[in-house]
């Protein structure tokens, strides 16, 4: 998918599934350390680009696949980013493009240059897709608080010219309540 047109307009893609499971569309495969993002306009995958040049992670690479939460948007006039509400997923990688049922169980509470900037992390409702056996953040911190370590850690440093904050972490029925919040009737 990565710099292909689409016929799939993907902000626009349902909250959830036909299976009623939140969905995910994968902008950044995890492994990479380039910034990929999904162009609202030309609706295709493209590297992001800062100064004329493509954003690259001078740091450790993704950890997990990133991307958003469709029919999300985080409105600035309340504090948010202005895009739709990001999704880490714990897995191996998917590409660029797929969209995949997910099951929040946490949210990482960030402030990024004054706006929030929260991000939801998920496993993929496929079991074969899965990389960690938990389905609560209860369960995710017991199991595998080095995990929430590295992400918290890759967060507050991938980007030094951002100073990104730790504010906390929401529990997946938090997080779910956020990603109601912030949904947009299409």
Known sequence: MYGCKSQVDYLNTDLKSQN??????????A???SKIEYDKVSKIFKPS?????????????????YGFIPSTFSNPE???????????VLSS????????EIIPIGMLKLMDAGEEDYKVIAIPA????RTINTETFKD???KYEPAKEILESWFTNYDPADKTE?????????????????????
């Open 20 to 29: 009623g499971y939140y969905q995910a569309v994968i902008e950044i495969p």
């Open 140 to 142: 995710f911190v017991k």
């Open 49 to 65: 680009l800062k100064d004329g040049k493509e954003r690259t992670i001078d740091f450790l690479a993704y950890p997990a696949n």
């Open 78 to 88: 309340k504090g948010g980013d202005g895009d739709a509400l990001d999704v880490m």
């Open 126 to 129: 496929d079991l074969n897709l």
């Open 93 to 100: 990688t998917i590409p660029s493009g797929k969209i995949i």
């Open 31 to 33: 492994g990479t350390n």
């Open 166 to 186: 730790i504010q906390g972490w929401a529990d997946e029925e938090e997080t779910k309540k956020e990603i109601l919040r912030l949904h947009v009737e299409l």
